[in-house]
């Protein structure tokens, strides 16, 4: 494991946050289940409380544990897309997920990024983390380091180097409703 994956996963782990490349786009996250560092990633980013984020997963097993009963369409797409550049808004366990990252619904939106450095660290991690773009709200997605804010950097505690391959954000998709709506056209166009 490369020694900017061991800092991330370390960072992490003690409720810090995080930028860090995907394929889409440079994210900013924390641990999902430490309630202080989801707290600060809100403040740090300036969105908007009720606002929900998306959230990373390191395989479809560990969306499995998030999703409550997760639908025929849900699966399918998670089989075609994962890894990739589609995120899947479905009905969740509000239990295991903070209200501020749902926006106070009972959905989320939860994505497989195709990008090794993430998928370790979500591995080692144990749990998903948070995984907005790594910008003030309502500014530029950052598709590179050179793209990044100063400002926000100052505000994390470890960036994780590296380049995004697709350049796009991601596509998302409402499956909690029927039939899908699409909320966002990114990257991945659904057949």
């Known amino acids: 494991m490369n020694i900017y994956i061991q800092k991330a996963i370390e960072v992490l782990n003690i409720g810090g946050i995080i930028i860090f490349p995907t394929d889409t786009a440079f994210g900013i996250g924390c641990r ?31 969306s499995l544990t998030y999703y409550l009963d997760p639908s025929d369409v849900v699966r399918r797409l998670m089989k075609e897309y ?8 479905a009905p969740c366990k509000t239990n295991l997920i903070d209200s501020p990252i749902r926006g106070g619904r009972k ?17 080692e991690a144990g749990v998903p983390i948070l995984g ?9 997605t950052p598709y590179s380091t050179a793209d990044l804010t100063p400002e926000l950097v100052k ?4 960036v ?18 029927t039939p899908y709506k699409i909320i966002r056209q990114g990257a991945i166009i659904l057949k």
Request: aromatic letters at 4%; a neutral charge.
């Open 155 to 158: 505000l994390v505690d470890y």
């Open 32 to 62: 999902i289940d430490n309630h202080a560092a989801v707290d600060r990633l809100f403040e740090i980013r300036r969105r908007p409380a009720g606002q929900a984020m998306p959230v990373l997963v390191g395989n479809i097993e560990m």
């Open 82 to 89: 994962w890894p990739g550049a589609l995120t899947i808004v």
């Open 107 to 123: 959905t989320i939106g939860l994505r497989m990024p195709n990008h090794p450095a993430i998928l370790k660290i979500i591995e």
């Open 132 to 140: 907005p773009s790594a910008n003030f709200h309502g500014d530029p």
């Open 160 to 177: 994780v180097p590296g380049k995004c391959s697709v350049k796009q954000a991601s596509t998302v998709v409402d499956c909690s409703v």
